[in-house]
C-alpha cells in the first residue's frame, strides 16, 4: 500500500513538473516573440514611420476632399400620403443607385452625381400619435389612439410597437435626410426634391376640398361663437336691469348658461387649432424644419487620417510576417 502511494505521489509530481515546465516556456516564448518585435520595429523604424507619415497625409488629403454632408429635414405627409412620400423615396433612392442624372434633371436637382443617399424614417414621437395632436386636437378629444395603443402594448410589448411599422406609419412626423458628397443648397437640391414629393394631381384634389371643409367649418364656428356672445350680452343687461333674476337662477340651476359657456370655449379653441391645421396643410409633404449641411461624422467619415496609418502598418508587418514563414519553410524544404 505505501509503495502504491509513494508511486502516486512521484507522478504527481512529474505532472506537476511537466506543467510548471509549459508554463515556463510558454511566457519564454511571449518573452521572445516581444524581443524580436521590437528588434524588427528597431530595425523597420524609418520604414514605419515612413508609413505612419504617409498615411496621416494621404487621409487628411481624402477627408478634406471627399467630406459628406448630411440635409436634414422634418417633414409632416398630409392627408394619409405616408405609404406615397415612402414609395416615392424609393423611386428616388433607386434612380440614385442606377445614377439616372436624366430623372434627376428632369425634377430640377442639379448635382445628382454628389447625392449619396436619400431616405425617410419616422420620427418616434409616441405622445403625439396618442394625443393626436398634430393638428392641435387633445387627448381628451381624441382618445381613440391611446385605446389602440394599449391593446397593441398588452399583446406584443411597448418597445416593439412603438418601433412596428403599423404604428411608425402614424407618427406625425418624419425624418427625410439627403446625404450628398460636398456642400449644397437649398435651390439644387432640396427643393426640387419637396416639389417633386409634392407633386400628386390626387393628393391636390384631396388638399384643396381639406382646406375648403375646414375654412367652411371655421365660418360656422364663428357664427355659433357670434350667436353665443349675443346671448351672453342679452343675459348681462338683464341682469343689469335687474327685471330677470328669477330667470338667471333658472339658468343656473339647471347648468345651461354653464354649458353654453363651455360649448363657447370649446369653439374658440378649435378655432385656433383649425388656424394651426391650415398652417400645416398648405402642402402635401409640408416642410417643419430643415439642418442643411450639416457634417457627417459617422462610421469613417472624417476619421480616415487615423485609419490608413494603422492599415499601412499593419499591412506592412502582415506581409513581413508572411514573408518570414516562407523563408522558414523555404530553409526546411532545401533540407
Not at 5 to 19: F, G, K
Not at 129 to 147: D, L, R, V
Not at 297 to 317: A, D, E, R, V, Y
Request: glycine content about 6%; overall charge positive; charged content about 20%.
Amino acid at each position: 500500500m505505501a509503495e502504491n502511494q509513494r508511486e502516486v505521489n512521484d507522478a504527481q509530481e512529474v505532472d506537476l513538473t511537466v506543467l510548471t515546465g509549459q508554463i515556463t516556456g510558454f511566457f519564454n516564448r511571449i518573452i521572445v516573440s516581444m524581443v524580436r518585435m521590437f528588434l524588427f520595429i528597431k530595425k523597420k523604424k524609418w520604414v514605419l514611420a515612413a508609413l505612419f507619415v504617409g498615411g496621416v497625409a494621404l487621409g487628411m488629403y481624402m477627408d478634406n476632399s471627399s467630406r459628406m454632408y448630411d440635409h436634414k429635414l422634418i417633414v409632416i405627409p398630409n392627408f394619409g400620403s405616408v405609404d406615397y412620400m415612402n414609395d416615392k423615396v424609393d423611386l428616388l433612392s433607386s434612380k440614385l443607385n442606377e445614377r439616372d442624372s436624366a430623372f434627376f434633371s428632369a425634377i430640377g436637382v442639379k448635382n445628382s452625381k454628389d447625392i449619396k443617399k436619400i431616405e425617410v424614417k419616422p420620427v418616434i414621437d409616441i405622445y403625439n400619435f396618442i394625443t393626436n395632436s398634430k393638428n392641435g386636437n387633445n387627448y381628451a378629444q381624441n382618445p381613440p389612439n391611446f385605446e389602440l395603443f394599449k391593446l397593441f402594448a398588452e399583446e406584443k410589448g411597448i418597445e416593439k410597437v412603438v418601433k412596428d411599422p403599423v404604428t411608425s406609419k402614424n407618427y406625425p412626423f418624419h425624418s427625410l435626410t439627403i446625404s450628398t458628397e460636398g456642400t449644397t443648397n437649398r435651390a439644387a437640391t432640396i427643393d426640387p426634391i419637396l416639389r417633386y414629393l409634392n407633386d400628386s394631381d390626387y393628393f391636390r384634389k384631396i388638399q384643396k376640398e381639406t382646406v375648403g371643409n375646414v375654412h367652411e367649418k371655421m365660418v360656422q364656428n364663428d357664427s355659433i361663437i357670434s350667436q353665443i356672445n349675443h346671448f351672453l350680452n342679452a343675459m348681462n343687461q338683464r341682469v343689469g336691469q335687474g327685471s330677470s333674476n328669477d330667470k338667471l337662477v333658472y339658468y343656473n340651476e339647471n347648468t345651461q348658461l354653464n354649458d353654453v359657456i363651455k360649448t363657447k370655449d370649446l369653439l374658440v379653441y378649435e378655432q385656433g387649432a383649425h388656424r394651426v391645421e391650415l398652417v400645416n396643410i398648405d402642402q402635401i409633404i409640408k416642410e417643419n424644419s430643415a439642418a442643411i449641411n450639416c457634417l457627417n461624422t459617422h462610421g469613417l467619415n472624417g476619421k480616415m487620417f487615423l485609419m490608413l496609418p494603422f492599415l499601412f502598418i499593419m499591412g506592412f508587418l502582415s506581409v513581413s510576417f508572411f514573408q518570414k514563414i516562407v523563408r522558414k519553410h523555404q530553409v526546411q524544404a532545401s533540407k
